[in-house]
Antibody, heavy 116, light 105 residues
Framework: EVQLVESGGGLVQPGRSMKLSCAAA????????MAWVRQAPTKGLEWVAS????????YYRDSVKGRFTISRDNAKSILYLQMDSLRSEDTASFYC?????????WGQGVMVTVSS | DTVLTQSPALAVSPGERVTISCRAS??????MHWYQQKPGQQPKLLIY???NLESGVPARFSASGSGTDFTFTIDPVEADDIATYYC????????FGAGTKLELK
C-alpha cells in the first residue's frame, strides 16, 4: 500500500524558514517523480514544485522560485521542501504527492501558518 | 499559465446524472485529470489522461474531452459523492481549476 506521510508544519513568522518532510512507503520511491501541492484555507489546489527521480531536475511555480527548494533522499525514501523567506500568502496545507503525469497518491497534508 | 475554468457549484439529488465542465485557456491535448476532495481530506485521483478511470474508482465516474474542452460525469450520483471536484492539466506545467462543489438539493 502506498503511503505518504508529511511532517514539519506549524506556525512560523514571516521571513523565517521551515522544512517539510514526506516519508514514502509501499513503492519504489526512487522510480517516481514527486511533488508538493498546497491549498490555502478555503481555497483550491496549487502546484508548488516537482522533482525528478534522481533529484537532478527540479521545477517550481513562479511565486516560490528562489525561496523554496525541493529535494529528495532516495536512500531514505524521503521528500523535502525547504521554505525560506516565508510570506503570509504561503499559509496553506501542503501535500506531498507522487507524480506520474498526474498526482496519483497524496499524503494527508501538513498545515503551515505564516503569521507574526 | 494555462487557466482552467470549471463550472460553478452544482446542487444534485441522489440518482441524478451530473456533468462538470472544465475549459482550458489553451490546448492541453489529453493531459487532463480529475480529483475528488472531501472536507478535511486529501484529494483523490478519479480520472487520468482525460478519460481513464483510476483503479478502484466506481464506474459511475467518467470523463471525456481533448484539446480545450473536457467534461466529468457522475451517473448516478450517490450521497457519498458530495465533495469538491478539481480538474488538473499537466501539458503546460501544472494548473488546477478552481473546483466545483457538489451539494445536495
Amino acid at each position: 500500500e502506498v503511503q505518504l506521510v508529511e511532517s514539519g508544519g506549524g506556525l512560523v513568522q514571516p521571513g523565517r524558514s521551515m522544512k517539510l518532510s514526506c516519508a514514502a512507503a509501499g513503492f519504489t520511491f526512487s522510480s517516481f517523480y514527486m511533488a508538493w501541492v498546497r491549498q490555502a484555507p478555503t481555497k483550491g489546489l496549487e502546484w508548488v514544485a516537482s522533482i525528478s527521480t534522481g533529484g537532478g531536475n527540479t521545477y517550481y511555480r513562479d511565486s516560490v522560485k528562489g525561496r523554496f527548494t525541493i529535494s529528495r533522499d532516495n536512500a531514505k525514501s524521503i521528500l523535502y521542501l525547504q521554505m525560506d523567506s516565508l510570506r503570509s500568502e504561503d499559509t496553506a496545507s501542503f501535500y506531498c504527492a507522487r507524480w506520474y503525469n498526474y498526482f496519483d497518491y497524496w499524503g494527508q497534508g501538513v498545515m503551515v501558518t505564516v503569521s507574526s | 499559465d494555462t487557466v482552467l475554468t470549471q463550472s460553478p457549484a452544482l446542487a444534485v439529488s441522489p440518482g441524478e446524472r451530473v456533468t462538470i465542465s472544465c475549459r482550458a485557456s489553451e490546448s492541453v491535448s489529453t493531459l487532463m485529470h480529475w480529483y475528488q476532495q472531501k472536507p478535511g481530506q486529501q484529494p483523490k485521483l478519479l480520472i487520468y489522461k482525460a478519460s481513464n478511470l483510476e483503479s478502484g474508482v466506481p464506474a459511475r465516474f467518467s470523463a471525456s474531452g481533448s484539446g480545450t474542452d473536457f467534461t466529468f460525469t457522475i451517473d448516478p450520483v450517490e450521497a457519498d459523492d458530495i465533495a469538491t471536484y478539481y480538474c488538473h492539466q499537466s501539458w503546460n506545467s501544472n494548473t488546477f481549476g478552481a473546483g466545483t462543489k457538489l451539494e445536495l438539493k
